[in-house]
Each structure stands twice: as structure tokens, then as C-alpha cells.
């Protein structure tokens, strides 16, 4: 061989994984899903740190190391469930439909479900509100983004009565309100079934929503938009 001839390129060996990274996730991980179930068994404020190193298998100090102090592995465990929850809301809607009722009535469904599966985790949710209120805002928040935006496209399809966002979110208040008591329902005695539950509940929504009921002239119209029917008068 020439001895300019260039020398065949070396592949690059594939970077290898850090075992050590990888290591301290499943640990965290496997801590966090100690808590939650000991959170389910006695709620946020009982659970102790101690029962939960014992669940997960590690040291308190290990524990420690993670998350730093009791506070934050609530609030790390609060996060999770509260975007557990939220995120059965938002992201259980069929993408196959364009109706607004139908959208909600399959959320419901679908939350309705989640909550059997995981009965307690409603209660964690409510303790999110007492504990960390300003966690708890964000997730409504979040929620509330959505709604208002599957109202807003409800409006443009005729599906919904014309109104402004301040009449949407007091709407979605309501319905929000709704869903912070199916955990409750589920246990009530008769039990209807999800599927007549959820025929009421869009009923309801179907009442104040969809139809051209009068408006109290207490809402408030001060941000500039007009009063549906104004244009007529």
C-alpha cells in the first residue's frame, strides 16, 4: 500500500449508556411510586418518609439524596398525580369527532374509568388544592385553557349558544365542579351506570351550553365584547 494512501475510517463505537444516570431514575422512580402508594393508603400529609424508603426498597438517606426532604418528595408525588389526572381530561377526547357534546361525554367516560381504576387518586387531587394551591391553580388553569378552546370551535360550529370567554370559563367552573364529584357518585347507591351518568351530565351541559337561554345582566361584558343578541337591538 501507497504510504500517502489515506488510512479506511475507524467506525465510531456507539456512546455507551450511563448506567449510573440510568440507575438513579428507576431509583427516583421507584421511590415516587412507593409514595404515591403510601399516599393512597393514609394521604399526603400522613404518609411518612420512613414507610415509604421501606416500600421502595432503599435507605432514608437514599431517599433523602433524591428528593432533598419530605416537602419536596410530596410536592414531586403532588405534580405527578395532579398531571396524572389533568391529563386524563385533555387527552382522553376522540380525535375522530367534531362535536363538542360528544367530545365531553367521552371524556367523561374515559375520566369516569380513571377513576375507578384509582379511586384514591381524587382524593390526592383535593389534598393538591389544600396543601399546594398554586399547583393546583395551574392544573385548572391548564384545564381551562382547553375547555375554552373546544367551546370557542363548539361556537363556530353552531353547536353552542354565542358567548364571550368570560361566560365560557364560568361555564367550564361549573363543569369542572361536576367532575370534582364522580369520585363520590361512584359510590352512590343506586348506581345509574357510566353510561346513563354520562347521558345526565351531557343533558345538563346540553341545557346551559347549547341552548338560547337569557343571560343575567350581572355577567360581566367589561372586556369590550358584546352581548350576544346586542347587534340586534
Known amino acids: 500500500m501507497a504510504a500517502n494512501a489515506p488510512h479506511p475510517e475507524v467506525p465510531?463505537?456507539?456512546?455507551?449508556?450511563?448506567?449510573?444516570?440510568?440507575?438513579?431514575?428507576?431509583t427516583k422512580a421507584r421511590i415516587l411510586e412507593a409514595a404515591l402508594a403510601e399516599s393512597?393508603?393514609?394521604?399526603?400529609?400522613k404518609t411518612s418518609v420512613a414507610r415509604v424508603?421501606?416500600?421502595?426498597?432503599?435507605?432514608?438517606?437514599?431517599?433523602?439524596?433524591?428528593?432533598?426532604?419530605?416537602?419536596?418528595?410530596?410536592?414531586?408525588?403532588?405534580?405527578?398525580?395532579?398531571?396524572?389526572?389533568?391529563?386524563?381530561l385533555l387527552f382522553a377526547l376522540p380525535a375522530g369527532s367534531d362535536d363538542f357534546f360528544e367530545q365531553e361525554r367521552a371524556g367523561l367516560l374515559a375520566y369516569i374509568a380513571y377513576l375507578r381504576m384509582n379511586p384514591a387518586h381524587a382524593r390526592l387531587a383535593e389534598e393538591v388544592r389544600t396543601h399546594d394551591p398554586e399547583l393546583h391553580a395551574l392544573g385548572v388553569e391548564a384545564w381551562m385553557?382547553?375547555?375554552?378552546?373546544?367551546a370557542r370551535m363548539g361556537i363556530e360550529r353552531g353547536q353552542i349558544a354565542p358567548m364571550n370567554d368570560a361566560e365560557i370559563r364560568t361555564q367550564g367552573y361549573f363543569?369542572?365542579?361536576?367532575?370534582g364529584i364522580f369520585d363520590q357518585l361512584l359510590q352512590a347507591e343506586p348506581?345509574?351506570?357510566?353510561?346513563?351518568?354520562?347521558?345526565?351530565?351531557?343533558?345538563?351541559?346540553r341545557g346551559g351550553l347549547g341552548g338560547n337561554a337569557?343571560?343575567?345582566?350581572?355577567?360581566?361584558?367589561?372586556?369590550g365584547l358584546a352581548r350576544p343578541g346586542d347587534a340586534e337591538r
Open 12 to 26: 465510531k463505537a456507539p456512546p455507551k449508556e450511563r448506567a449510573g444516570y440510568k440507575r438513579s431514575s428507576e
Open 40 to 45: 393512597c393508603a393514609v394521604g399526603f400529609q
Open 53 to 88: 424508603a421501606a416500600r421502595a426498597g432503599v435507605a432514608i438517606g437514599v431517599l433523602n439524596y433524591h428528593f432533598g426532604s419530605k416537602r419536596e418528595l410530596m410536592r414531586r408525588l403532588m405534580v405527578s398525580v395532579h398531571r396524572d389526572l389533568r391529563d386524563q
Open 145 to 150: 385553557e382547553q375547555f375554552v378552546a373546544r
Open 175 to 179: 363543569v369542572l365542579g361536576a367532575y
Open 191 to 205: 348506581y345509574p351506570g357510566d353510561e346513563a351518568v354520562a347521558d345526565l351530565f351531557l343533558g345538563l351541559l
Open 214 to 223: 337569557a343571560r343575567p345582566a350581572s355577567l360581566d361584558f367589561s372586556d
